[in-house]
């Protein structure tokens, strides 16, 4: 039997960063995937369905070139090139990260582990035969798998889950798309540019409901501006194949039919396989319980990622605790910290936030004040064209630190980060007013942000 120091059970963005941080700490490691690196994040997730709104995004823009003063013939896609592109992209990463692995020297075992003793896995091998390792300290990063609607399962054709609608051989005249969460609003971003017919419904009162309201009702303004159909506040009571297609019904009786469904209600971890309940490591509602430091209900076991009760549903957020578990193995102790992760939805017009500035997560009103400022307002939006959307900062009324930032509009994704900094730092509002942004640009929004708050507080 081998040992280890650690070993990481799944090689997605969070088992994978852990592994290379425990092997620069000088730990022993071994890194065990069932499947392929990067896991759903680099294979089916994060990185094709980017991939293709990249493609989605500049097929949008080219149609609008007239209005840059520029004549461009018929413009139109290929379905097959796409996906090539889409597909050349995650082997290229792939590639890098086995080289990345191979100079780290973590070991990297091939297979399905599940727990056999207190720190000891066995795994068994795609070709059959069994390894059996034992480790001082265990990582369970396995990540998660669509959840399909009550009683239908996926069939990869006309019910379709987001690995399956990475596939499709066809664009549909007519997608549904059920959940209008993160994964929902980007799908519908990408099938609405190569013509699609889409409707969505949403059982919560809103679309991506965890951001701030005011983004959440424009995002929905601006998908039904360009032609989407939106049901919020709606739940499918049955979902059915037809002879052409697949029809919902919906719990105020209305019927709606397409030619596919995408099933977007949300992610299911993948623990199934592991032996937890044997290994003595507590479930608490179809996820793995972690105290703030990551650790299980067996000591010396950690999980991260889709997989916790804890989960943020980010790849970065994944990867931060991941290595936070490893640096806390080296010590000192210090716990996992989420208050200034940024969220980003990739959709068009982009989505981002960070901090308090998240739906239901603001301070009480009358101990912050906010500054909106608007992109149309910006001369590099109207150079680019692209004045859709709004930036909202927040700041503590006592001190003036910036408490969060939430935005919709164009590359918001990228301007997050500085708001995240500010965040994390605590920095006072009016600093970051008086830090000189160039012009013009997108990110000065950020300084006038700022700048209007530091107004609005001398009111």
């Not at 990067?38 to 823009?61: E, F, Q, R």
């Not at 609607?149 to 059920?178: A, H, N, Q, W, Y």
């Not at 601006?222 to 297609?245: A, D, H, P």
Request: charge should be neutral; include cysteine.
């Amino acid at each position: 039997m081998s040992s280890y120091d650690l070993a990481i059970i799944g090689a997605g963005p969070g088992g994978f960063e852990a592994a290379l941080r425990a092997r620069e700490l000088g730990f022993k490691v071994a890194l065990i995937e069932k499947s392929d690196l990067g896991g759903t994040c680099l294979n089916t997730g994060c990185i094709p369905t980017k991939a293709l709104l990249a493609s989605t995004k500049l097929l949008t823009k080219i149609k609008e070139a007239s209005s840059f003063g520029l004549s461009v013939a018929a413009v139109s896609y290929d379905r097959e090139t796409l996906l090539q592109r889409k597909n050349r992209i995650v082997e290229t990463l792939k590639k890098g990260m086995t080289e990345t692995l191979k100079r780290s020297g973590v070991e990297w075992i091939g297979g399905e582990a599940r727990f056999s003793g207190r720190g000891e896995l066995e795994i068994s091998a795609p070709r059959g035969g069994n390894v059996a390792v034992e480790a001082r300290s265990i990582l369970i990063a396995t990540g998660a798998r669509p959840a399909p609607f009550p009683g239908v399962p996926f069939d990869g054709e006309r019910i379709l889950s987001s690995t399956d609608i990475l596939e499709l051989k066809t664009v549909p005249e007519r997608l549904l798309i059920i959940g209008g969460g993160v994964i929902g609003v980007e799908f519908a971003s990408v099938f609405q540019a190569l013509g699609s017919k889409i409707t969505m419904v949403e059982v919560l009162e809103r679309l991506i409901f965890g951001e701030d309201e005011e983004v959440s009702r424009r995002l929905e303004s601006v998908f039904r501006r360009k032609g989407m159909e939106i049901y919020t506040g709606e739940k499918v009571r049955s979902l059915t194949k037809t002879k052409g297609g697949v029809e919902i019904t919906l719990e105020s009786e209305k019927r709606l039919e397409a030619d596919q469904v995408l099933v977007a209600m949300g992610r299911t971890p993948q623990i199934d396989a592991l032996g937890l309940p044997e290994a003595g490591i507590k479930i608490e509602r179809g996820a793995i319980s972690v105290d703030k430091y990551l650790e299980t209900t067996r000591a010396g076991v950690f999980a991260i990622g889709d997989v916790t009760s804890r989960t943020t549903g980010l790849a970065h957020g994944a990867a931060a605790e991941g290595i936070r578990v490893v640096r806390n193995l080296k010590g000192p102790k210090v716990p996992m910290d989420y208050g200034a992760i940024p969220y980003c939805i990739y959709t068009d017009p982009e989505v981002a936030s960070v901090g308090a500035a998240r739906s239901g997560s603001r301070e009480r009103s009358e101990e912050i004040v906010e500054g909106k400022i608007l992109f149309a307002s910006l001369g590099k939006s109207h150079i680019e064209g692209e004045t859709e959307g709004f930036l909202k900062m927040i700041a503590s009324k006592k001190d003036g630190r910036i408490l969060g930032v939430t935005a919709i509009g164009a590359h918001v994704t990228e301007l997050i980060h500085e708001a995240a900094l500010a965040v994390k730092l605590g920095v006072n509002v009016k600093s970051l007013a008086q830090t000189v942004h160039a012009h013009p640009t997108e990110s000065e929004i950020l300084e006038k942000a700022a700048q209007e708050l530091t107004r609005i507080a001398k009111e």
